[in-house]
């Protein structure tokens, strides 16, 4: 099993930073890609952010592209978001996802491994 903790999150006016950290630890090795989703009161989970594990393959919500950007260090078996100019649009619980694919998908399903998600919100 492989277990995700995610960090970083809390309370921010508009137009202000984050960045959220994601640990994994267990059976790592059966880590290749990671991602973030986030949802919203009301809303479906929806897909943030994801990287492959060499970092080659990096895909992004297009709504989203040059405000979050998305990281990982192998070594620590940590996944990060950096997210910039953050509007009240994207107060969520932001989850941390992790499969043994590798493709950086966008999609739920392609993620076996969840974590318990941090929340974000973002005042005006």
């Known amino acids: 099993q492989v277990q995700l903790v995610e960090s970083g999150g809390g309370l921010v006016q508009a137009g202000g930073s984050l960045r959220l950290a994601c640990a994994a630890s267990?059976?790592?090795?059966?880590?290749?890609?990671m991602g973030w989703f986030r949802q919203a009161p009301g809303k479906e989970r929806e897909f943030v952010a994801a990287i492959s594990w060499s970092g080659g393959t990096i895909n992004y919500a297009d709504s989203l592209k040059g405000r979050f950007t998305i990281s990982r260090d192998n070594a620590k078996n940590t996944v990060y978001l950096q997210m910039n100019s953050l509007k009240p649009e994207d107060t969520a619980v932001y989850y941390c996802?992790?499969?043994?694919?590798?493709?950086?998908?966008?999609?739920?399903?392609?993620?076996?491994?969840w974590g318990q998600g941090t929340q974000v919100t973002v005042s005006s």
């Open positions: 996802a992790a499969d043994s694919r590798d493709s950086a998908s966008y999609h739920t399903y392609e993620y076996h491994y």
């Open positions: 267990g059976r790592t090795f059966s880590v290749n890609h």
